[in-house]
């Protein structure tokens, strides 16, 4: 299996004698959006890290767009088009919301120039900035310090963060988390404008949230994969209620 936008094949990775991902073979396709769902401990985020570069892995082989990036670092993925969000935001809490994504569009576009470019290229990380700010509905608040956000607006920065590198693949790691009940709609609808043409693999807790948001749902439970298929689909599987879903299927 290697078509997808993002694949892995057989992909291990080991903590001292535990196998926290076990041998994960998959493709994510274009344009689609992944639910990866599981108990704790399953091996999702481990997973997502190692997609990502963020965990070394025991063997195995990551591909984005059928090139194998492997040994690529965390760096050279996000240059290659794998975006990623952390389950922790990280945000410069005391600049503003436009303050904190031009830094980070600058730091995309010129991680090794100096500061005095251009004043043309500037203007260019600040549209950029700007066209973020409005994909994830944040401009009214382009000027609030980012620590007087609330907590769902936090997570959208963090996310509009992660689409400063113009990503082709998305990785979230639990974009919701933290959000309240009154910001729930505005996040979910978040999640569905940022898939435009992207593919996005999602981990999220709120089983409501994943099963209305998923083109396809990916379970794992102790570092394997169980089973993988539509929202419908996993609802009905008998395996997966029993590892994971329980009652509330």
Not at 2 to 23: M, R
Not at 107 to 117: D, I, K, N, S
Request: aromatic residues 6%.
């Amino acid at each position: 299996m290697t078509g997808g936008a993002l694949s892995c094949e057989n992909i291990q990775v080991s903590f001292g004698g535990l196998k926290a991902v076990n041998d994960v073979t998959y493709d994510f396709e274009p344009g689609r959006l992944y639910g990866l769902i599981g108990p704790n401990g399953a091996g999702k985020t481990t997973l997502m890290n190692a997609l990502s570069g963020h965990a070394a892995l025991s063997g195995g082989r990551v591909r984005l767009d059928g090139r194998d990036v492997t040994h690529l670092s965390v760096h050279r993925r996000t240059r290659s088009g794998l975006g990623r969000s952390f389950q922790i935001t990280k945000i410069f809490a005391g600049m503003s919301v436009l303050e904190n994504l031009q830094i980070a569009a600058f730091a995309h576009r010129y991680r090794l120039q100096p500061f005095w470019l251009p004043a043309s290229r500037f203007a260019a990380v600040r549209q950029q900035a700007e066209r973020v700010l409005e994909e994830v509905g944040l401009t009214a608040l382009a000027h609030r310090p980012a620590e007087y956000l609330s907590h769902g607006d936090q997570r959208a920065l963090e996310v509009g963060l992660s689409l400063l590198s113009e990503p082709r693949v998305l990785l979230l790691d639990e974009p919701l988390a933290g959000v309240g009940h009154d910001q729930l709609d505005r996040a979910i609808d978040l999640i569905r404008q940022i898939v435009k043409g992207r593919t996005v693999l999602l981990i999220e807790h709120n089983m409501d949230v994943v099963m209305q948001v998923s083109d396809e749902i990916v379970v794992m439970v102790q570092g394997q994969l169980l089973a993988s298929g539509s929202p419908g689909d996993i609802r009905a599987n008998a395996a997966v209620r029993a590892a994971y879903l329980g009652d509330e299927a």
